[in-house]
């Protein structure tokens, strides 16, 4: 066995890897030119079966999973993602489904499981979908209800029909068009009986896991695993019920890429970018090779690079063609060898010499905490480049100009050469465990969660928060009520308003208020003139951290706070007086780590601005209204005077951000790897293919301010979008109800963080050549999620 298979091995081993009640260690990669086909014999029960798939997308657009019929025949049978990405499921020419919801995400694994009971009373019943355990009920066109009841399963039935799928019945030749593109981990095929996701898996701490199929099969399912290099046809299931290969599939297209263990590829939705300006690659093979067309193109990983990471790049190179590999940041820097200048350049300058010919196989090997990206020709050591790589997330990048080709490998498969000792494959398993997610003491919800609720009109407790928060924002979405926060410091009752400068005040008789923080959630009531936070059939969302309780003096600073911190999820509440003088100040704010994003507010004097700071300002005297739309004002030393963000305290300048001895709280937040993120990005305003923002974790919340021109606060989360386009929003700037249709901003939630899909006419995400910056939570850790 050679060193670099054993390491391939092992990755499976890794961090993580106790997670899963049953663990897939191998999976099948297609590239839209070939299927499988059967002839069907007599089925237990022709009008009733389930079939569960486990599948990873490459290409985007009209795949399918499953056909059973031609499409000129009356009797069409095909399940697949059409052109627009959303779940299509024909029955006949005239009857059919296709989902509102969109799934594009390229980046990480869907677990499919279709049930087929054509005899049942009920219309929605009798085709259902679940995608991750979790049923498909938005359809933008559904026909069940035409579904006759003696309607047969055609895929198990023995028909002529035309292979266009990853699986179909008894097949002629088959066609290029709309077959499987990605890769397929398990099918579990089920012939007489209509199942449920219980039997296939269950929810482990927010995650849909794949436990294992232990009933019975019927006469003609079965189990494809592909765990037969040589026959990926074979039925596993002990029923024999074999199928063949249509086209060709070698050893090599069996992957350990799986979803217990998820490997970084080529990211069709993180194209054209980096310090080299380009257009996207034309991907195949399961986005592990990428061809030049007539203009340069570039691609980076679906991955961000942890710890020591190798992975192989092998170029063919011709005519006028230009080749680079290496990795690149968020910025847009890189660290590469170029093959054209054969040299190797580190942000930019050439620092080395370096010759790279074409089909030489390129290895880069990174070092994170080493601060090292080393490259390799055919495993010989060529360069040793240092570079500070703590500070941004870094990817594997590849750019190619006019004829070239790349062929990646990040440990799916067989490494050409030995990577250097202690260097790990890129794969999820090989991430570093979250302190925040699904294998740890404490999970993402249990630090932050949207909870939705309807108002009653009354007094109730609204429940479901998995903890008792310590700061929650309320918005009523239907009705221009202003945003209400509360603390726990504060006090129930008493409201600040994020589109408002006006002072804190005690609500509750007069509008209602959250009357209490409750060990689940928390307690509102209602009040004699207009009720904000419970108004009878009024739809409600509330967002709730968990901070540390009560609070605790703290001295850090050189005024005295009352803190309540998590360091654990990076948040804490700070509240003190601001004093008198006119000299810089500070106050204490117990996070232990320099704070990424600051709220401040006075309390008690009306009009007073709420400022906000963010890591990602040019400046770090430079500061925004988070009431109004402006655009990035400063610098002015004025705002946070000189002391700055610290480890352990926040400056500021009491006589010209508040009044004389005002009472001031402040909310703190640093970025936690794996449950928060505070960035920035550039708008390029496409209209479909915005920019791709990775956070390394699939994202709950959303909120983002373009900061080169005036624009809102736009607030978005994934409880009230539940799926892809995200498009309902609020905007923390304005008591406006809430916003959602076609025509407003839109983005993808995805598994690794979130793809702008528009360049709305109100220009709130992607103009282009606009800054923007943004704020993220989590609701799963990217070591952990699953496609959306």
């Avoid at 009857?95 to 929605?124: E, G």
């Avoid at 765990?227 to 299931?237: E, I, P, R, Y």
């Avoid at 910025?331 to 040299?343: C, F, I, W």
């Avoid at 993402?444 to 909870?451: G, L, Q």
């Amino acid at each position: 066995m050679t060193a670099s298979k054993k390491l391939i091995q092992a990755a499976a081993g890794a961090s993580g890897g106790d997670f899963y009640p049953t663990t897939l260690d191998q999976s099948l990669r297609m590239d839209g030119s070939t299927s499988f086909s059967r002839t069907f014999g007599t089925p237990t029960n022709a009008s009733k079966w389930s079939c569960y798939f486990i599948v990873k997308r490459s290409a985007l657009s009209s795949d399918f999973f499953l056909q059973g019929n031609t499409f000129s025949v009356s009797n069409n049978f095909s399940t697949a993602f059409d052109s627009l990405d959303r779940f299509y499921w024909s029955f006949n020419n005239s009857t059919y489904m296709i989902s509102t919801s969109k799934y594009r995400d390229p980046s990480a694994w869907y677990h499919i499981l279709l049930v087929w009971d054509s005899a049942n009373a009920t219309a929605a019943h009798r085709a259902r979908v679940y995608i991750n355990g979790t049923e498909i009920t938005d359809w933008v066109v559904d026909h069940r209800s035409s579904v006759s009841t003696s309607l047969n399963a055609w895929h198990i039935q023995n028909t002529t029909v035309f292979s266009t799928a990853l699986l179909a019945g008894s097949a002629t030749a088959p066609a290029v068009a709309y077959q499987w593109n990605g890769y397929c981990a398990l099918v579990v095929d089920v012939d007489g009986q209509a199942l449920t996701p219980s039997d296939f898996g269950e929810f482990k701490n927010g995650v849909w896991v794949y436990t294992g199929y232990t009933g019975s099969y019927g006469n003609q399912g079965f189990l494809l695993d592909f765990s037969n290099s040589s026959s990926f046809g074979a039925d596993s299931s002990g029923n024999g019920n074999n199928w063949s290969v249509n086209g060709t599939l070698t050893s090599s297209d069996q992957m350990i890429d799986t979803p217990t263990n998820n490997f970084c590829t080529l990211n069709p939705l993180y194209e054209g970018y980096g310090s080299y300006t380009a257009a996207p690659f034309t991907l195949s093979e399961g986005n592990l090779q990428g061809a030049g067309n007539s203009t340069a193109n570039n691609c980076a990983g679906t991955m961000a690079i942890a710890g020591k990471n190798y992975f192989e790049s092998t170029w063919t190179v011709t005519g006028n063609g230009q080749a680079i590999i290496g990795i690149m940041n968020t910025s847009g820097q890189t660290v590469v060898l170029d093959g054209y200048y054969n040299a190797v350049f580190v942000l930019g300058t050439n620092v080395q010499s370096m010759t790279f010919n074409t089909n030489d196989t390129i290895g880069v090997a990174t070092d994170v905490d080493g601060g090292t990206v080393k490259f390799y020709r055919n495993g010989t050591l060529g360069y040793t480049a240092s570079v500070t790589l703590t500070d941004d997330d870094w990817f594997p990048w590849v750019y190619g100009a006019l004829n070239s080709t790349s062929v990646v490998n990040f440990g799916q498969s067989s490494f050409a050469y030995t990577p250097p000792t202690g260097y790990e494959t890129l794969s999820t398993a090989n991430l570093p465990e979250p302190a925040i997610g699904p294998n740890s003491a404490t999970q993402s919800d249990e630090n932050f969660n949207t909870v939705l609720y309807t108002g009653n009109g009354s007094t109730q407790s609204v429940t479901g928060v998995n903890f008792q928060p310590d700061f929650t924002w309320i918005k009523d979405r239907d009705a221009a009520y202003g945003h209400q926060l509360y603390d726990v410091l504060r006090g129930a009752e008493n409201t600040l308003r994020s589109d408002s400068a006006v002072a804190e005040y005690n609500q509750g008789a007069q509008y209602g208020a959250l009357t209490s923080f409750d060990s689940d959630g928390f307690s509102v009531d209602v009040g004699s003139d207009v009720d904000v936070v419970n108004t009878t059939g009024n739809d409600y969302v509330s967002w709730n951290w968990k901070a540390n309780g009560s609070g605790v003096s703290n001295t850090d600073g050189t005024v005295t706070s009352t803190v309540s911190a998590n360091t654990n999820a990076g948040f804490s509440i700070a509240t003190f007086n601001a004093g008198t003088g006119t000299t810089d100040k500070t106050y204490g704010h117990g996070l232990g780590t320099t704070p990424a994003f600051v709220l401040m507010k006075a309390r008690t004097t009306t009009a007073t601005q709420w400022w906000v700071w963010h890591k990602s300002f040019s400046n770090p005297n430079n500061y925004l209204y988070l009431q109004e739309t402006f655009a990035l004002l400063g610098p002015d030393a004025n705002v946070w005077g000189n002391s700055g963000f610290t480890s352990t305290t926040c400056g500021f300048r009491s006589n010209y951000t508040f009044v004389v001895s005002d009472d001031v709280v402040t909310y703190n937040f640093a970025e936690v790897e794996g449950f928060s993120k505070f960035g920035s990005y550039t708008g390029n305003g496409s209209a479909t293919e915005g920019p791709f923002i990775y956070c390394g974790f699939r994202p709950a919340w959303i909120m983002i301010k373009e900061i080169s021109n005036a624009d809102d606060w736009m607030i978005t989360d994934a409880d009230v979008n539940s799926y892809n386009p995200a498009y309902y929003q609020l905007k923390a700037n304005t008591s406006g109800a809430e916003v959602g249709n076609t025509s407003y901003s839109k983005l993808d939630f995805v598994s690794n963080g979130f793809k702008i899909r528009t360049n709305p006419v109100d220009g709130a995400l992607n103009t282009s050549g606009s800054n923007y910056i943004y704020m993220a939570f989590a609701e799963m850790p990217f070591k952990y999620s699953v496609g959306r």
